[in-house]
């Protein structure tokens, strides 16, 4: 943790354009972009542009800087939501996009119930996912379960560690799965309170 | 809860539209999310809609599993073999670009547009029908003794190769209409052109190259 003095001091050395204060906060900036960035195959290219770009919005919007006692912390703000940005770009994502648990349709039988939640329980029983991604989205929505809780049930089942954040993003394409079918989209529109 | 609630905030999730602005509302609160989280606070019911857009949109997921990884306390980050050295570029000031001799002002304007297009762009204004956004827009104050502020604009021209530029003067000591006829020489790369300001001290350059713009320089005459 680094002290107040010497937040206000690199804080005063950026806000007045001292070429000390960027060249010092650079190596973090860097470490925390390249460990972000651990997935892509330019990582080190990547990190860099990342960790510039962080620096010119840190030159450029120093004045909006609330805490300077806290500068280091606010910069890697800035990084984070960089690298977040450069992630979620379209060519970025489709590069890295994972392979669907089961690429097989939904394909379910029209039914006659009129009860939402009977509705609901069908889908998710004929919906081909794995049993670990039906507990996730059922012990979340049914079982009203936290994700840390999840994951301690998953990491003890499957004997590795699970990360509430692996739940989450189970759990997010999963439901993105369902929603990816047009049947179900259309049954639950007329079955859902507006 | 019961079973239909349970039910409907299923379907709700399922049901949940996207838009870029939602996904940038997430975005904003993912930083507070998580420290939330990794400080054992509740944290769902502290952020209802952040937690219900994360179930609902995976890149937004992906990204707070990113964030989570990095931010967790003690969280081993791998290390880079090297460290590349930053650019500073950016720390000239555009000021540098300005020179003086006699009564002339040359000013170089690469630093100051390329600060201008490094900014974030704010919303664009609605326009009166056929007039255009500009394509940049810079001001420098307090220019020299004698030039309060030089305002250089383009904007689109007819053809897609060219833009217009168009640049405004004010002078410490002089006002409407004594502005007018005042000899500017817009220089760039492989050309060059000259105008006089009008009685507003306002000038326009037609058919500046657009892929020029970047090395523009003014030379600026006040008798």
Known sequence: MKSSDDNLRLYDDCRTGRAEGYEALWPGLYRVAYAMLRELPDRDQAAADCAQLALIKVYQTIASCRTPTAFRAWTMQILRRVVLDELRRPERRRRMAMPAEDSSDLALAPTSVDDLAAVVQQILTAAPLSERSRRVVVGRYFAERSDEDLAASEATLSGEEVRPSHIQVTRSKNLAKLRSDPQIIAQLRELVDP | MD?????????????????????????????????????????????????????????????????????????????????????????????????????????????????????????????????????????????????????????????????????????????????????????????????????????VFTAVPRDAIASLALTLMID
């Open chain 2, 3 to 203: 079973s239909k609630q349970q039910a409907q905030n299923l379907a709700e999730t399922l049901l949940a539209t996207h838009d870029e602005a939602a996904c940038s509302q997430c975005l904003d609160a993912l930083e507070a999310y998580v420290a939330a989280q990794l400080a054992r606070q509740a944290y769902r019911a502290l952020f209802p809609q952040t937690a219900r857009h994360l179930d609902s949109c995976v890149a937004c997921a992906e990204s707070y599993a990113v964030l989570y990884e990095v931010l967790q306390p003690g969280a081993a980050l791998s290390a880079p073999a090297r460290i590349p050295a930053p650019n500073l570029s950016f720390l000239a000031s555009p000021r540098e670009g300005i020179s003086h001799s006699g009564t002339a002002i040359f000013v170089q304007l690469a630093q100051a547009l390329r600060e201008a297009f490094a900014l974030p762009q704010p919303p664009a204004l609605a326009f009166r029908d056929g007039e255009q956004p500009p394509l940049f827009s810079v001001a420098l104050s307090g220019v020299n003794a004698a030039v309060e502020r030089l305002q250089v604009t383009a904007y689109p021209s007819d053809t897609a190769e060219h833009c217009l530029v168009q640049l405004q003067i004010e002078l410490r000591e002089r006002a409407w209409p004594d502005l007018a006829d005042l000899r500017l020489q817009l220089s760039w790369q492989g050309g060059s052109a000259t105008a006089s300001t009008d009685s507003w001290g306002s000038a």
